[in-house]
């Protein structure tokens, strides 16, 4: 009756295996590192800047604990571990590694930060058991409040619109005086009222964002005044908001910052919390670091190279070098910039086979590509990456054909690796908008050990004294519920771990809500096996009863907590967040410890017992007994 099969006992072990080993690497604390990534976009770590880091740290009789090369999803970093006793040995780190690795301290390549690394040793990290992420409550970081300049991006739309409205005036061959910007506002001035008339018809039609006034004149110049519509400054404002953050993303990513806090506040302000960043410094430079694309004609004319192989620059050209650093003119004229740019992925191409980069542009981008493109077929184009205030080029390959469609290949002496990072360096985007630090704070991780022994000692404290009063009131079912309370802490610990989740102070609080939850599950069935005894059931017919009666209540009683939980974690924000799903999973784990662990243990107990008399489960009181002892007196 009350015997599991083989099998069932060797999935309760190998379940309670796994989590015992997914939570161990929480178990083995962090040690201060220094983390080396690239400064720039067309800059690449490699296995060649690990031997110059290992070169510089023993030149300056510096030994670290490990030396590490990590290759990423989007780019590879280098770290160098160190004793939790060397923070000394930190710091001199980082400034011997930043003066062998950057040259001109002005327009560095790499970016040198202090960071925190788990020690977690090389055979957990083989099988990808990692520690849980801890929040900034927990682990100490750094928390900025970023101010979006909206004006500078309503400017910056009211530019592209009066670039846009020359383009289709022209291609209409509709003649006008100039275009000029005022304020937020596009002027376009005409000869003539007819031809006024003629492009307020074509804008009406082709311009839905723009508000269209006419002011009353009798003689030239005739003027349209073209202003942006509430609702479109509306969505300029929406998308500068997502798309710096989307960049805020990406940059973070070079400072290796696990589960980073990154969210909108406000109409035009955005949160960045980055747990684990000791340097302040670095985590400000690559906030506000700046970055654009753009798409220019090469001049490859003869006059322009011999004026070139001179020293000197034609006019209407600028110099930069390209990724081998060899010198190239281009044109001042920008054709296309980054936000016309929706996509951008390597592929091959289906003839030559050759790596390609395949870009995807908007609608505006699409008719101005396939017109640059129609003019100057046999020529270069060039695309630029200008960060810092400084331009490079990525690449530049020849225009063979018209493109239209919006769908452009670039190819052209790439190698696979060097066709994905210039996918990499296009998608990357650039901040819509500028941005300014208007709040900073600096969160020790002195704080974060406090909360973590307070929230510990706590769990701790509390367990001990239910374990001990459940051992005492309930006996050796008391004893297998502490069992089961200590593997539902544990398999918690493991899912938080293989998930990857974020462990802030409230999720503590969750934990401590698990176990109490987990307490109320096993008193419910040590209660039930009671009743059973107390009507007179056999004890194996008093437990099998027992634990499938508990069942039933214990899962009416989760399910109603598990729809609380995903209420907070639907409709939830930040730390309510993080205590909707330690709460969530906390239910999941709750249920499997309660009912079939302790199921299993205590059918190890008394499951084998052919001729069971009784259990231990503590006073069992039967009113019956009760009146023949009043009867007897």
């Known amino acids: 009756m009350n015997r599991y099969p083989l099998w069932k006992y060797i999935l309760i072990g190998i379940a ?72 000394e040995e ?69 530019e592209a619109i009066a670039a846009d409205l020359r383009t289709q005036l022209r291609d209409k061959r509709i003649r006008h005086t100039g275009i000029s910007r005022v304020g937020n506002d596009v002027e376009v001035s005409f000869a003539t009222a007819e031809e006024r008339d003629r492009a307020n018809d074509l804008l009406r039609n082709t311009q839905p964002d723009l508000v269209l006034d006419l002011p009353e004149t009798t003689k030239a110049p005739y003027i349209i005044r073209a202003t942006l519509s ?23 990513n070079e400072l290796g910052v696990a589960e980073p806090v990154i969210a909108q506040q406000g109409a035009d302000r955005i949160v960045v919390q980055l747990p684990g960043v000791q340097d302040t410094a670095k985590a400000k430079d690559i906030l506000g670091r700046t970055a654009t694309l753009e798409v220019r ?48 992925q390597p592929g091959f191409d289906s003839q030559t086979q050759e790596p390609t980069v395949n870009l995807e542009l908007d609608n505006r981008g699409a008719r101005i590509f396939q017109e640059v493109t129609r003019e100057n077929v046999g020529r270069r184009m060039a695309i630029l990456l200008f960060e810092k205030g400084k331009g490079e080029v990525v690449t530049a390959p020849v225009i063979r054909q018209e493109i239209g469609g919006g769908r452009v290949q670039i190819s052209g002496q790439m190698t696979t690796i060097e066709a994905t990072d210039t996918a990499l360096v296009l998608r990357a985007g650039s901040l819509a908008a500028p941005m300014e630090i208007v709040e900073e704070r600096l969160i020790g991780p002195s704080l974060g050990e406090a909360n973590i022994e307070a929230g510990f000692r706590s769990t701790l404290y509390g367990f001990i004294v239910i374990a001990l009063f459940m051992a005492l009131y309930y006996q050796v079912f008391g004893v297998v519920s502490a069992i089961s309370l200590i593997c539902n802490v544990m398999m918690l610990i493991a899912i938080l771990s293989m998930l990857q989740a974020t462990l802030t102070l409230p999720g503590i609080a969750a934990i401590a809500l698990t176990l109490g939850m987990a307490v109320d599950s096993n008193v419910l069935i040590n209660e039930r096996v009671r009743e059973e005894l107390r009507i007179g059931r056999l004890p194996q017919t008093a437990i099998s009863e027992g634990y499938d009666r508990a069942f039933a209540t214990i899962l009416d009683s989760n399910i109603t907590s598990l729809i609380a939980g995903l209420a907070l974690l639907i409709f939830g924000s930040g730390p309510v967040r993080g205590f909707a799903v330690v709460h969530c999973l906390g239910i999941g784990t709750s249920i499997f410890t309660s009912v079939v662990v302790s199921r299993a243990l205590i059918n190890l107990i008394y499951g084998r017992q052919k001729k069971l008399t009784a259990v231990h489960i503590g006073q069992i009181w039967r009113p019956d007994a009760d009146k023949s002892e009043k009867a007897a007196k």
Do not use: C
């Open 90 to 158: 930190q710091l001199k780190a980082r400034e011997v590694i930043d003066r062998a690795l950057n040259s001109d301290p002005k327009d560095p390549t790499h970016i040198v930060a202090l960071n925190l690394v788990p020690n977690t040793p090389k055979w957990l990290l083989s099988i990808n058991a990692l520690p849980m992420y801890l929040g900034l409550d927990l682990r100490g970081g750094v928390h900025f409040l970023l101010q979006v300049d909206m004006r500078a991006a309503i400017t910056k739309r009211a």
């Open 297 to 344: 004609l090469v001049d490859d004319t003869p006059e322009a190279l011999a004026q070139l192989s001179q020293g000197n620059v034609p006019f209407g050209d600028e110099r930069f070098t390209d990724r081998d650093g060899r010198p190239i003119l281009v044109k001042r004229r920008v054709i296309l910039t980054g936000e016309n740019l929706n996509d951008a």
């Open 16 to 87: 309670l295996l796994v989590g015992l080993v997914y939570t161990l690497p929480n178990f083995y604390g962090e040690s201060p590192a220094v983390q080396i990534s690239s400064g720039k976009a067309t800059v690449k770590v490699t296995e060649q800047t690990l031997s110059q880091v290992e070169s510089a740290l023993a030149a300056a009789k510096l030994t670290p604990n490990g030396i590490f090369f990590e290759q990423g999803a989007q780019q590879n970093t280098v770290r160098v571990r160190f004793d939790p006793t060397q923070t």
């Open 230 to 252: 509430q609702k479109a400054i509306q969505n300029v404002q929406n998308y500068a908001l997502k798309q710096n953050i989307s960049t805020l993303h990406n940059r973070i």
